[in-house]
């Protein structure tokens, strides 16, 4: 009889060394006993601890069953399972060509240390087809969708399926896993958003500013002027930093402040003075934080803010005499320029998951957290006292959202936005690639699991009395500037030249689509449906999926995907669930061809108005080069 758990064990070591490391570790027989057949697919595993088998008759006739009541998910690229059973079921899945991924999630590590002596699961480990883990928390569902960035337009086919009856007795387990699944799934939709003006908005102010950008201190020289600090504090403007003002103002000679902008004018208030100011969005309404304080306030402080800032807000530091360190954001459309002095920053989407990134890149060994509250305070309040936009700036909605309260023992009221942000904070901090003492010293608000919770006059006791040394950020030279002012010119002609080109082959096969609809539309008037011509809807499915290519060439990819994934992600959410719907016979699958091809007609006209609207504000921006 064969045993695969050596190369088995030798593909989940690439792929997850804990899990492999746990595996190589398991005691045979202290709960379990394999209770075997002449058919190695028929073999039983026995609980003798609760004196009760797997499979309750024979397994290969209960696996055959199953795989049976599966055939509903036929066409699922992507399937997730809580339990392991003896592995015989997975081995018949991945068989399917359709499948990319099974993920299955087993509870008791010596089940599934028995499954992977029996069947060979090895090419599959290594090639991501299956993954197997013992447990799932938020993060690690996150990791599962960014891992494989096609399966989020899969999600609104989720579903976990329990193995079978024997694993209802992890139910609460069950329950917990699949509840990280739909957080994880929310914040994606949301992090992807439904409105394309902002994407383009960003592309537009992107590229009008890299000219100035390269005039200013690079990101690489802010991080290596940082190097070898203890103490980062964050300041944002949550309720509860107003309490936590005075205390700050005592250790500001010592700890580095990041400061995110609409706590600017607040420190201001209060004689306190950040070592650096951010600023990550495109919105106008953050260049008041900068408008309204005076202009002693900033002297010998940086303002780091990302390339896609709106002018108000760049010209309200300038007009102050701030000085501006620029770094990009990591989207495609940045990095195509490789200009990477600058970049990158602000993969979460608020100042304070940016300034967290520029800690981490700096390599402190201690970041304090303070007035990130998450959450409405107990009077309503959504801000500090002393915020520009006033501390009620954000009113509680109808839809209520609730978070683990800071300190644990109850919930907080939060929105959907800060919610995101939490996620983001937290997989930042659970993907900090050194040992970092992160203390969440707010006292008030959501937790933020991950972070030490501890007072701030505890947290700040820990902060070398040293007096820190100034922030003294050097500038470009010359030829360094001109040499990236030609390459940006460059890029933008071949970013305009290769939109062009797609956007016609897209508009040609969106006007062959449309034409073909109207011609169904009319034969289904005319009660006529017999006479639908399949060879020329099979011409333009074949089409259609050649224009889906353009998505794995790198540079369509680079240039068009974080803007157009605005116009056309929820419309292939509803494309995926018509993909994966199984059909029985010819004219249940001609009828699952007509409907994809009705939903591609609006699919391929806003992929099409989308790249339009890309090079529009790519050569908007060019023109404000000319006006500068």
Request: charge should be neutral; hydrophobic fraction near 40%; include cysteine.
């Amino acid at each position: 009889m064969n045993n695969f758990f050596e190369s088995n064990l030798a593909s989940i070591a690439i792929k997850n060394p804990n899990l492999a490391l746990k595996l190589q570790a398991v005691i045979p027989n202290q709960k379990y006993e394999v209770f075997m057949s002449d058919d190695i697919a028929n073999y039983n595993i026995i609980d003798k601890q609760n004196t009760v088998a797997l499979f309750a008759t024979q397994p290969l006739e209960e696996t055959m069953k199953r795989f049976e009541t599966l055939g509903e998910y036929a066409y699922y690229p992507y399937l997730y399972f809580y339990g392991m059973g003896n592995g015989v079921l997975y081995k018949l899945l991945l068989d399917q060509e359709i499948r990319r991924r099974i993920v299955v999630i087993e509870p008791e590590l010596e089940i599934l240390f028995i499954a992977i002596h029996f069947i060979d699961f090895s090419q599959e480990i290594l090639d991501g087809k299956l993954v197997l883990c013992e447990s799932l928390d938020d993060q690690g569902v996150a990791w599962l969708f960014e891992n494989d960035k096609h399966s989020k337009f899969y999600v609104k086919t989720y579903m976990l399926e329990i193995f079978n009856a024997y694993y209802e007795r992890y139910r609460d387990d069950f329950l917990r896993i699949n509840q990280s699944f739909i957080r994880a799934i929310e914040h994606l939709v949301v992090a992807v958003g439904n409105d394309a003006k902002d994407a383009i908005i960003g592309i537009k102010h992107h590229i009008a500013n890299l000219p100035e950008t390269i005039q200013t201190p690079t990101l690489i020289d802010l991080v290596l002027k940082l190097k070898n600090r203890d103490t980062a504090i964050i300041v944002s403007t949550g309720p509860s930093l107003y309490k936590q003002l005075p205390l700050l103002k005592q250790v500001a000679q010592y700890a580095t402040i990041f400061c995110i902008d609409a706590s600017f004018p607040i420190l201001y208030q209060h004689g306190i003075k950040p070592d650096i100011v951010l600023s990550l969005e495109r919105v106008e309404a953050t260049a008041k934080f900068y408008e309204e304080t005076p202009k002693e306030a900033f002297e010998g402080v940086i303002f780091a803010i990302t390339s896609i800032v709106h002018p108000r807000l760049k010209k309200a530091i300038e007009s102050k005499g701030g000085l501006i360190q620029y770094s990009y954001r990591p989207f495609g459309y940045t990095t195509f320029f490789e200009i990477h002095e600058y970049g990158y920053l602000g993969i979460g989407m608020s100042a304070a998951n940016m300034a967290y990134e520029l800690i981490v890149h700096s390599r402190f060994k201690r970041c304090i957290i303070i007035g990130q509250d998450l959450a409405f305070g107990e009077d309503g309040s959504s801000h500090s006292e002393g915020a520009i936009y006033g501390k009620n700036e954000i009113k509680p909605k109808g839809q209520k959202v609730y978070v683990t309260k800071y300190g644990g023992g109850g919930k907080v009221e939060s929105t959907q936005v800060w919610q995101m942000f939490l996620n983001f904070y937290e997989r930042d901090i659970a993907n900090t690639p050194y040992p970092i003492e992160v203390i969440n010293a707010t006292e008030g608000g959501a937790r933020i699991e991950g972070c030490l919770e501890i007072p701030f006059r505890e947290a700040i006791s820990r902060i070398s009395q040293d007096v820190k040394p100034p922030l003294i950020l050097e500038f470009p030279k010359e030829e360094m500037h001109h040499k990236y002012l030609g390459l940006i010119k460059e890029k933008c002609d071949t970013w305009l030249k290769e939109g062009k080109k797609k956007q016609k082959q897209i508009e040609k096969v969106f006007l062959k689509v449309a034409k073909f609809c109207e011609e169904l539309e009319q034969l289904n008037e005319q009660k006529q449906l017999e006479h639908i011509d399949y060879k020329k809807m099979d011409v333009l499915s074949q089409e259609i999926e050649k224009i889906k290519l353009f998505f794995k060439e790198p540079i369509f990819h680079t240039l068009f995907v974080d803007a157009l994934q605005s116009y056309i992600f929820h419309q292939e959410l509803d494309i995926a669930r018509v993909l994966v719907r199984n059909t029985h016979d010819e004219m249940q699958r001609r009828a699952k061809q007509i409907e994809l091809i009705f939903l591609h007609k609006y699919w391929l006209f806003s992929l099409a108005g989308g790249i339009a609207n890309v090079l529009e504000a790519v050569k908007l921006a060019k023109k404000e080069w000319r006006k500068k």
